[in-house]
C-alpha cells in the first residue's frame, strides 16, 4: 500500500501545479506600479490639442485611465462597456490615445512628418470616438508612446484605477469586460470613494 | 522618428562587398540583379532595419543590457532580439538613457519599475522568489534522500546466506567430476 502512496501523492501535486499553472494568462503581468503615484505627465487633449492635461488635474477624484487607439482591435471590443461605464456615471473616465499613428502598422510612421503625424492623430481619434460614442471626459494624446513606457504599457488596452490621492490601485490589462466591470471595478471605486 | 544619415562600419563593409560582387562577372551580376528584383517587389522585405546608435559602445551596452530583460509582447524573446513594437521603443528609451549618462543599474531599474521583475530574465533573490531559486535544488536533495534510504534499506534486505557443509560437499562433487564424454 505504502509503495503506492508516494508516487500517487507526487502525482497529485503535479496535477493540482500543473492546473494552477497551465489556468493563468502569462499575458497577465503583476504591475508594480499599483500602489505606487500614477506617474506624471503633460500631454495635449484630443479634443483641445491647446490644452494640456496632466493626472494631477484628477488630484480628489478616484478616476479611470484607459489606454487606447483606433488601431487596437480589442479596444473596439471595451468601448461600449466603457460607454456604459460613463453613462453610469460611477466615475470619470480618461483616456490615453496610445501611438495612434505609430503604433497602426498599416502606416509608414517613418516618412510622416512630425507635425503631420499630431494632425493625422487627431483627426482619426476625433472621428472614431464620434462614430463609437466618446466615454471619456477628455483623452490625452500620446505620440510616440513615451508616456505608455512610464505606465508599464505594453498591451492595449489597459485600465487603471487611480485614487483621490493620485495613487494607482487597480491595473487590468486587456479589454474590460462585463465581468470585469461588475466585479473588479466598481466594487473598488465604491470602497475608494467611502 | 527622423533617421540621420550616416556610415556604419557594417555598410561599408557591405558597399566593399557589393562592388566585388558587381566586379566577379556577369553571372554574379545577374543574380545580383535577381536579388534586387525580388527585394525590390516584396514589400514584406521593404521596412529596413532600425538604425543603429551612433557609436558602437553604445550599442554594445545596449545589447548588454537588453538581452538580460524580457520583451512584454512576445515572452519568450528578450528585448534585444525581438521585434516588437514596445521593444523597438524601449530599445530607444535604453539608447536615450545610455546618453544621458545612466549605469546599467539605473537602467535595469528604470525597467523593473515599470514592467516589474518579471522583465528580468534573472529575478532577484527575495522572499516570492526563494522557492524559485532553491527549488530545484531541493527537490534534488530529497530526491539523494530518498533514493540513499532505498538503496539503504535493499541492502539490509539482502541476507547472506552461506552454504550448509552438505551443500559445500555436494558443490565440490558438482565441480570435480569429470564432464561426461559425448
Redesign the interface.
Known amino acids: 500500500m505504502n509503495r503506492f502512496l508516494w508516487p500517487l501523492i507526487g502525482f497529485v501535486v503535479l496535477v493540482v501545479l500543473l492546473a494552477v499553472g497551465l489556468g493563468l494568462n502569462?499575458?497577465e503581468?503583476?504591475?508594480?506600479?499599483v500602489g505606487k503615484p500614477a506617474p506624471a505627465f503633460s500631454l495635449p487633449q484630443v479634443a483641445a490639442p491647446e490644452q494640456n492635461f496632466a493626472p494631477k488635474d484628477m488630484l480628489g477624484k478616484v478616476w479611470l485611465l484607459n489606454v487606447w487607439a483606433t488601431w487596437c482591435v480589442s479596444c473596439r471590443e471595451e468601448h461600449p462597456i466603457l460607454v456604459e461605464l460613463a453613462k453610469n456615471k460611477a466615475l470619470p473616465l480618461v483616456g490615453l490615445n496610445y501611438?495612434e499613428v505609430?503604433?497602426d502598422?498599416s502606416l509608414?510612421s517613418?516618412k510622416i512628418a512630425p507635425d503631420a503625424e499630431k494632425k493625422l492623430a487627431l483627426e482619426r481619434a476625433n472621428a472614431w470616438l464620434n462614430e463609437h460614442g466618446n466615454p471619456y471626459v477628455l483623452s490625452a494624446l500620446d505620440l510616440?508612446?513615451?508616456v505608455?513606457?512610464?505606465?508599464?504599457v505594453?498591451?492595449v488596452p489597459e485600465t487603471y484605477i487611480i485614487d483621490k490621492a493620485g495613487i494607482v490601485r487597480l491595473k487590468h490589462i486587456g479589454p474590460v469586460t462585463p465581468d470585469v466591470y461588475s466585479r473588479k471595478i466598481l466594487p473598488l471605486v465604491a470602497e475608494l470613494n467611502k | 522618428m527622423m533617421r540621420k544619415p550616416f556610415t556604419t562600419e557594417a555598410q561599408r563593409h557591405r558597399e566593399q562587398q557589393r562592388e566585388r560582387f558587381l566586379a566577379s562577372g556577369s553571372l554574379g551580376f545577374m543574380v545580383f540583379l535577381c536579388v534586387l528584383c525580388v527585394s525590390v517587389v516584396n514589400p514584406a522585405f521593404s521596412k529596413e532595419a532600425a538604425p543603429l546608435a551612433q557609436d558602437e559602445a553604445t550599442e554594445k551596452r545596449l545589447v548588454a543590457i537588453s538581452s538580460e530583460l524580457r520583451c512584454l509582447v512576445c515572452q519568450n524573446e528578450s528585448l534585444s532580439g525581438s521585434n516588437a513594437e514596445l521593444a523597438h521603443d524601449l530599445r530607444r528609451e535604453i539608447r536615450t538613457q545610455i546618453a544621458a549618462g545612466r549605469s546599467d543599474a539605473e537602467i535595469r531599474d528604470f525597467m523593473v519599475s515599470r514592467y516589474g521583475d518579471f522583465v528580468l530574465y534573472r529575478p532577484p533573490l527575495k522572499g516570492t522568489t526563494l522557492l524559485l531559486w532553491f527549488g530545484p535544488g531541493l527537490l534534488f536533495v530529497g530526491g539523494l534522500v530518498a533514493l540513499i534510504r532505498y538503496l539503504r534499506r535493499r541492502n539490509s534486505a539482502i541476507k547472506d546466506a552461506p552454504l550448509s557443509a552438505q551443500e559445500r560437499e555436494e558443490l565440490e562433487r558438482l565441480l570435480s567430476a569429470k564432464e561426461p564424454k559425448k
Open positions: 502569462p499575458r503581468v503583476p504591475s508594480p506600479l501611438k505609430r503604433g502598422g509608414d517613418d510616440d508612446g513615451r505608455g513606457i512610464d505606465y508599464g505594453y498591451g
